[in-house]
């Protein structure tokens, strides 16, 4: 057979890992993770300690949430984009960028030192407003930091006054949308690819249908996060003078259950469908927690059944190996159960979702509803480390499987078949 029509392992396993790394690092869209400014701080802490200590904190574990649990982050950018489009129509002259800034934790407020000079805020606020703008040498310098701040904390006039333009937004992040369509012109031209050798029946491995789906999935998270800042790690400052307080806004907050069992079940199901900021005191907090997404509460739960439909699918796609030839027949069966689970446990959250919001409608059957309901999420909690540990399943099975490939699954693609004239 003519050599230069033959890939190689290498070249497989190097387009697959880097398709899905590239895929979820630059589609994942973190929230500022804010620290402290230090004054006079070594170079070593500044340059070497402090990013290092992000990464392994913070935006690796973000990696690999988006790894294991890939159809979480693309709800969490659902619920993201949601909420930025609401915030964005409450401000005057505001985009979804400026939503999506708000909600990432873009205004932090700062508390100026005893006697520090400042000067009040310049317009006319439509509720009682103490933010200032300090002034004198190096203003803000000694400022202590206190809290990031949600919509409702401050008058939308203040808001609307503080706030860069949206120009000003994009440019603090550290990606533009030439990066993220080079991106996605590489991962077009994969799936292009995986395509194109189902239409001349040669063979994807399983690391490739891993990496589809990888794809397919990456592709909505891009869409929903494309006006939110990547990478962006400094706050916009809002002060307020010595003495100032600053009180929790907007709805009264849910609080867990004592009980340790009903905890962790609640807490399993409170995440899963995305509310978990109902019961998060942003005012206590020195940034906005990892996957917040602004409380938009159980309202909007059903705005998020598409992300759970996507959730299925993406289960769904590993089923284009469903009768591959597996070089045992352990790992046959594992990848078959994984993939049911991969598509029934997500299936469960749309059920449950939809059922709930269909019981607050429909009085005629709330009881039975409700109970269905009930018996589907307590499923669910049973359940939630049966997903993750199919998630790994179908990684390592991919990886293990390339030990033992057929021969047609190095064949390459003879473009000259679909285009003649090449």
Known sequence: MNQDNQRSLANIIRSCLSTIFLCTWIAVHPNIHFRPEKLKQPWSEKWLWDPLHELFTYKLPLFFWALIVPEYILSWAIRQYIQAGKFSKQVEGWTRTHGFFLIMGGFHLFRLPEGAPSIPLPIESSKPCEVVIPSGTNPGKDAIPVCPLKLDD????VFGFIAPTEGELKDRGKSDALTKTIVLVQTLWFVIQCIARGIRQLPLTELEVVTLAYAMLNFFIYIFWWDKPKGAERPIRVYKPFGASHEESGKPLREWPENRVWRWAQTVFEYTIGVQDDYVKLSQRRSVPMFWSGRLGYDAAHDILFATVLGAGFGAMHC???????????????????????????????????????????????????????????????????????????????????????????????????????
Not at 344 to 358: K, Q, Y
């Open 154 to 157: 401050l008058s939308t006039d």
């Open 320 to 422: 284009i190996a469903w009768s591959s030839d597996f070089p045992s027949r352990a790992e046959l069966v594992l990848w078959r159960v994984a993939c049911v689970a991969m598509i029934a446990i997500p299936a469960m959250v749309t059920m449950g979702v939809g059922l709930t919001n269909l019981s607050l409608v429909n009085e005629r059957y709330f009881g039975w509803l409700m109970i269905i309901a009930e018996i589907i999420v307590v499923l669910l909690v049973l359940s939630a480390w049966l997903y993750i540990a199919s998630r790994i399943t179908t990684l390592v099975i991919a990886l293990t499987t390339l030990r033992s490939l057929p021969p047609a699954a190095f064949t390459n693609v003879d473009w000259t078949t679909f285009f003649p004239h090449i």
